[in-house]
């Protein structure tokens, strides 16, 4: 298969979040691309780990199943990044590296024994809802605050930091405005004692305006592997 597209495509993203990162006034070292790989198959993620890419996204702990095996020979660190099942914490407590939609106590809890039975401690965001829409996860911002004090107590979830989807919009402010929520919600708890360096907000379709509010990681899936089959034909 000619998978050349991929290095054109990853090449092409890196130089567009490194020009807004110039155009916010910030350091590109300080802003880092998660490459999306939900929906595509081992063969295409083993390409992309040949341009020297070695940690993924994926929104379905399934995927990260059927991904693991055929390339366990690549030092993968897999990253959850959709909703997930507390049903689903044994998989993810023995597969994936790092979780950015830790959004509530009871999965924050199952994860925590399911680490503790392996042995393994990982990194966590915390997702926040800033967007009113139906369809979106994530913890409601106003609990934030006591969630942070709740997962200090776990030595198996590593806090990182903080992740957002913003809303739909074809109005930049609205999007906008979902990421400087994210940015003041970190700074409010950072200014109480946590250390939340990390922001995880911003797709392909929005990442300029989430590196001008902020974002230390970009997620983006399109922009490097190509269109995903419509929702509908999944
Ligand atoms: C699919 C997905 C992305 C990447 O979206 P693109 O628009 O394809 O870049 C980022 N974050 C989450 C949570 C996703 O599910």
């Given at each position: 298969m000619d998978?050349?597209?991929?290095?054109?495509?990853w090449a092409d993203i890196r130089h567009r979040v490194d020009e807004a990162c110039r155009a916010a006034g910030r350091d590109p070292a300080e802003?880092?691309?998660?490459?999306?790989?939900?929906?595509?198959?081992?063969?295409?993620?083993r390409e992309a780990v040949a341009l020297g890419l070695r940690r993924f996204g994926e929104n379905k702990v399934q995927e990260?199943?059927?991904?693991?095996?055929?390339?366990?020979?690549?030092?993968?660190?897999?990253?959850?990044?959709g909703h997930l099942q507390t049903n689903k914490a044994r998989d993810v407590a023995r597969l994936a590296s790092e979780v950015q939609s830790l959004d509530r106590p009871e999965l924050a809890e199952a994860l925590h024994r399911r680490l503790q039975l392996e042995g393994r401690a990982i990194d966590v965001l915390v997702q926040v809802?800033?967007?009113?829409?139906?369809?979106?996860?994530?913890?409601?911002?106003a609990d934030l605050p006591g969630f942070l004090d709740d997962l200090a107590r776990y030595d198996t979830l590593r806090v990182r930091g903080l992740m957002t989807l913003a809303v739909q919009s074809d109005d930049a402010e609205h999007v906008r405005a979902c990421f400087r929520q994210l940015r003041e919600l970190r700074d409010a708890a950072q200014a109480r004692g946590h250390i939340l360096p990390q922001l995880s907000m911003g797709m392909s379709g929005d990442f300029p305006l989430a590196i001008a509010e902020g974002a230390t990681e970009v997620r983006i899936g399109t922009a490097i592997f190509g269109r995903r089959p419509a929702p509908g034909g999944l």
């Open positions: 998978h050349t597209y991929l290095a054109a495509n802003v880092s691309i998660l490459p999306v790989s939900k929906t595509f198959g081992a063969d295409v993620v990260i199943r059927d991904k693991a095996g055929p390339l366990a020979d690549c030092g993968i660190a897999w990253v959850v990044i809802k800033t967007s009113a829409e139906e369809s979106k996860s994530g913890l409601p911002a």
